[in-house]
């Protein structure tokens, strides 16, 4: 198995915590890491190794998107500034009645693949229709992705009812058993879109098949109100006594909580995806991330869909939530860098259980890496790296990404995937969707 020795100006490895690393080499084995070394005793062990040298870069884990609708990038900017439910009802629920489909999926999630890569994202935990589409979108382009299988009540071009979208989950869950790159969790959408007893089956099917639940909660004072009126509680509350809380679920949003739902949270093991962009996008709120963080709950970073935010674009993610904090709590010392960049990498590998296996720089470890040129004018002089990677640099600062040891983008350029077809294929789309549209 070929040996590559990287030699970049810094490592980051989040393991252990805040640590920066210089004059060190990663030795890098197939899809594993297998040393991280000082560069001189890293050449001298591997003197036939290729070697790889980053003299302006910063390397560290890849980034992971704990909270994606990666097909929704075909609608991005289709319906903006607006009410969520206003947003969903009257715009992205009917125009996914008409246009959601195997191609649709596979299509946009590309897309989504195509934009998460080159800014540094190497897995993303998704949540949408056709699963085994978004399986094969993910396998083909050496993307690492968690697969939510999406479940509601209400019927869609997809599934007629929950028991439905359950039937498809577990089959899609079978087609793909012991790829590397591909898990699953059951992802019942809402509180407002699931019922008692489909969240009881969630819960019952995901001991059994021990995966993992993915559900957006809290995200709108709305859903708040909706819950109070038809259950007499919050929703998290009506979860809870549900038994859906533990440290299998992960929460996107979590926008609106008291200081006993964060307690709550925490007793349980629940994570949580934070989503700034899209909170703010549609005025949900501003979440207690710092509260959160305080009160013991791992808490990692999503972008949402393309439809609501409107980018995948995990560098601004990070920057955004970590002056959220500090806004917020009115302490400038709330999620400083090195926090900011350990939710955004081994925070999410913990919340989808894949801590042993990514998100950090840890021999034994798979290889999701990038390399970020800190070179730039917008990135000079650099004293410390770690704050550079969440206050200046920007996505366009990527410039390798590696996923299972493989390498997926260099200088810039895509290896996995064919970035001209794709926008192609989108071009098309939008022509569609104007058509009908119009």
């Given at each position: 198995?070929?040996?590559?020795?990287?030699?970049?100006?810094?490592?980051?490895?989040?393991?252990?915590?805040?640590?920066?690393?210089?004059?060190?080499?990663?030795?890098?084995?197939?899809?594993?890491?297998?040393?991280?070394?000082?560069?001189?005793?890293?050449?001298?062990?591997?003197?036939?190794?290729?070697?790889?040298?980053?003299?302006?870069h910063?390397?560290?884990?890849?980034?992971?998107?704990?909270?994606?609708?990666?097909?929704?990038?075909?609608?991005?900017?289709?319906?903006?500034?607006?009410a969520?439910?206003?947003?969903?009802?009257?715009?992205?629920?009917?125009?996914?009645?008409?246009?959601?489909?195997?191609e649709?999926?596979?299509?946009?999630?590309?897309?989504?693949?195509?934009?998460?890569?080159?800014?540094?994202?190497?897995?993303a935990n998704?949540?949408?229709?056709?699963?085994?589409?978004?399986?094969?979108?993910?396998?083909?382009?050496?993307?690492?992705m968690?697969?939510?299988?999406?479940?509601?009540?209400?019927?869609?071009?997809?599934?007629?009812?929950?028991?439905?979208?359950?039937r498809?989950?577990?089959?899609?869950?079978?087609?793909f058993?012991?790829?590397?790159?591909?898990?699953?969790?059951?992802?019942?959408h809402?509180?407002?879109?699931?019922?008692?007893?489909?969240?009881?089956?969630?819960?019952?099917?995901a001991?059994?098949?021990?995966?993992?639940?993915?559900?957006?909660?809290?995200?709108?004072?709305?859903?708040?109100?909706?819950?109070?009126?038809?259950?007499?509680?919050?929703?998290?509350?009506?979860?809870?006594?549900?038994?859906?809380?533990?440290?299998?679920?992960?929460?996107?949003?979590?926008v609106?909580?008291?200081d006993?739902e964060?307690?709550?949270?925490?007793?349980?093991?629940?994570?949580?995806?934070?989503?700034?962009?899209?909170?703010?996008?549609?005025?949900?709120?501003?979440?207690?991330?710092?509260?959160?963080?305080?009160?013991?709950?791992?808490?990692?970073?999503?972008?949402?869909g393309?439809?609501?935010?409107?980018?995948?674009?995990?560098?601004?993610?990070?920057?955004?939530?970590?002056?959220?904090?500090?806004?917020?709590?009115?302490?400038?010392?709330?999620?400083?860098?090195?926090?900011?960049?350990?939710?955004a990498?081994?925070?999410?590998?913990?919340?989808?259980?894949w801590?042993?296996?990514?998100?950090?720089?840890?021999?034994?470890?798979?290889?999701?890496?990038?390399?970020?040129?800190?070179?730039?004018?917008?990135?000079?002089?650099?004293?410390?790296?770690?704050?550079?990677?969440?206050?200046?640099a920007?996505?366009?600062?990527?410039?390798?990404?590696?996923?299972?040891?493989?390498?997926?983008?260099?200088?810039?350029?895509?290896?996995?995937?064919?970035?001209?077809?794709?926008?192609?294929r989108?071009?098309?789309?939008?022509?569609r969707?104007?058509?009908?549209?119009?």
């Amino acid at each position: 198995m070929p040996i590559q020795v990287i030699i970049p100006r810094w490592i980051i490895p989040i393991e252990p915590q805040a640590l920066v690393l210089t004059d060190h080499a990663l030795v890098l084995e197939g899809e594993h890491i297998r040393a991280l070394l000082p560069v001189s005793q890293a050449l001298q062990q591997y003197p036939q190794a290729e070697r790889i040298h980053l003299p302006d870069h910063a390397l560290l884990p890849g980034l992971i998107n704990l909270h994606a609708h990666s097909a929704m990038t075909l609608l991005r900017g289709y319906a903006d500034d607006l009410a969520l439910m206003t947003w969903l009802n009257e715009h992205i629920w009917p125009a996914e009645g008409k246009f959601v489909s195997d191609e649709f999926v596979f299509d946009g999630t590309q897309l989504a693949i195509a934009e998460m890569i080159a800014g540094g994202t190497t897995c993303a935990n998704d949540m949408y229709f056709h699963h085994s589409t978004v399986a094969r979108a993910a396998l083909t382009s050496d993307f690492r992705m968690m697969v939510g299988c999406s479940i509601l009540e209400f019927p869609t071009a997809y599934a007629s009812n929950a028991d439905d979208y359950i039937r498809k989950a577990i089959a899609c869950m079978d087609e793909f058993r012991g790829e590397s790159l591909v898990g699953f969790t059951l992802a019942p959408h809402a509180p407002y879109t699931v019922s008692d007893a489909t969240f009881g089956n969630v819960i019952m099917l995901a001991d059994q098949l021990n995966v993992g639940i993915h559900c957006h909660i809290h995200e709108s004072q709305d859903e708040i109100a909706g819950s109070l009126k038809e259950h007499g509680t919050r929703p998290l509350a009506r979860l809870a006594g549900l038994g859906l809380l533990s440290n299998q679920l992960i929460a996107a949003h979590m926008v609106h909580t008291t200081d006993e739902e964060i307690a709550l949270l925490a007793r349980h093991g629940v994570n949580v995806s934070h989503n700034p962009a899209s909170n703010l996008k549609l005025a949900s709120g501003f979440a207690r991330i710092a509260d959160q963080i305080a009160g013991g709950i791992n808490v990692g970073i999503g972008t949402d869909g393309a439809a609501s935010n409107n980018k995948l674009d995990m560098f601004a993610e990070l920057r955004m939530a970590a002056l959220l904090a500090k806004g917020q709590s009115g302490n400038p010392e709330a999620l400083p860098a090195w926090q900011a960049l350990e939710m955004a990498t081994l925070n999410g590998a913990k919340a989808l259980g894949w801590q042993d296996r990514i998100g950090s720089l840890v021999a034994g470890k798979q290889a999701d890496m990038i390399a970020v040129d800190l070179s730039a004018a917008g990135t000079a002089p650099c004293y410390d790296p770690v704050s550079h990677l969440v206050y200046a640099a920007d996505r366009t600062q990527v410039s390798h990404v590696w996923i299972a040891g493989r390498t997926v983008y260099h200088n810039g350029q895509h290896t996995s995937l064919n970035r001209q077809e794709i926008l192609t294929r989108a071009r098309r789309w939008q022509a569609r969707m104007e058509g009908k549209k119009s």
